[in-house]
């Protein structure tokens, strides 16, 4: 089935490269609304521990299963001008995005939820779209939130919520806007343990090869998302998902040492 979406996929990229985001905001604004390109002042990595967002979660404490995820109705999201499109199969890509917005040191619930609102509003006003792009969000505190209304109840089904966040490919691909900008700095670990998990949780759901199915939004379209360090890092993503996957206990035997014999049988 093709699916034609006239409107969203003819517009802004959703994450767009330093060349578009000039030309977005001298079209639309999308500079003075905070699409700052790189904030270097922010600190690179969050310190590990201290109240706010994920608390005292560990990898160790990692489950396959649903993540902790926040609604539209959390982060008080407005309707959107119409229903998203649903189609009754799974998508066979997770394309992993950067906001591109500052590299914020705040993990709180409050944070990621006014990111969420200002990321529908950027994509509703700015770019005129029906609603949020991307299927979902993830702040820098790791907090996982709905994006695109319909992808929660979509995913629970195996079922794909037509989001707006790889042009030419969204009637294939589920989207996950992961805040911060990611070309030179590095991914903050909160972030990534819930990027995992949520890629463990997709893969699961949509029954998808974790070594075939995440990608980066540059793999299908010209732009620099989801920025070198991060897109440096999907090589781990896929691995530390197929390992969760496979049931690999987290902190356990490393794969790449369980191929030799537990004992010198030379010795
Ligand atoms: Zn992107």
Redesign the pocket.
């Known amino acids: 089935m093709s699916i034609v979406r006239s409107g969203e996929d003819l517009r802004f990229d959703?994450?767009p490269t330093r060349r578009t985001i000039i030309r977005g905001a001298m079209g639309a604004g999308l500079l003075a609304a905070g699409f700052a390109p790189h904030n270097g002042a922010m600190a690179d990595e969050l310190p590990a521990g201290g109240p706010g967002g994920l608390g005292e979660r560990t990898a160790a404490e990692f489950w396959a299963g649903e993540p902790r995820l926040y609604t539209r109705a959390d982060w008080d999201a407005r309707p959107p001008k119409r229903p998203a499109e649903v189609l009754n199969r799974a998508p066979d890509h997770i394309i992993v995005?950067?906001t591109a917005t500052a590299n914020s040191k705040d993990r709180s619930l409050s944070h990621a939820f006014a990111l969420s609102r200002k990321i529908q509003r950027w994509h509703m006003d700015g770019n005129g779209w029906d609603d949020a792009g991307q299927q979902l969000t993830i702040s820098r505190g790791g907090i996982v939130m709905e994006g695109r209304n319909r992808s929660l109840d979509s995913i629970r089904a195996g079922n794909l919520a037509v989001g707006a966040?790889v042009l030419h490919h969204n009637d294939h691909t589920i989207g996950i806007e992961n805040e911060g900008t990611y070309s030179t700095k590095g991914v903050p670990k909160r972030l990534w343990t819930s990027l995992v998990e949520v890629c463990v949780w997709l893969c699961e759901q949509y029954r998808l090869d974790p070594n075939e199915a995440i990608a980066g939004?540059r793999d299908f379209n010209n732009?620099s998302?989801?920025g070198d360090r991060l897109y440096r890092r999907l090589p781990d993503l896929r691995r530390e998902v197929a390992a969760r996957l496979d049931g690999v206990p987290k902190g356990g035997a490393h794969p790449e040492t369980s191929i030799f014999p537990p004992f010198d049988p030379f010795g």
């Open positions: 959703p994450a995005h950067h966040q939004h732009t998302c989801p």
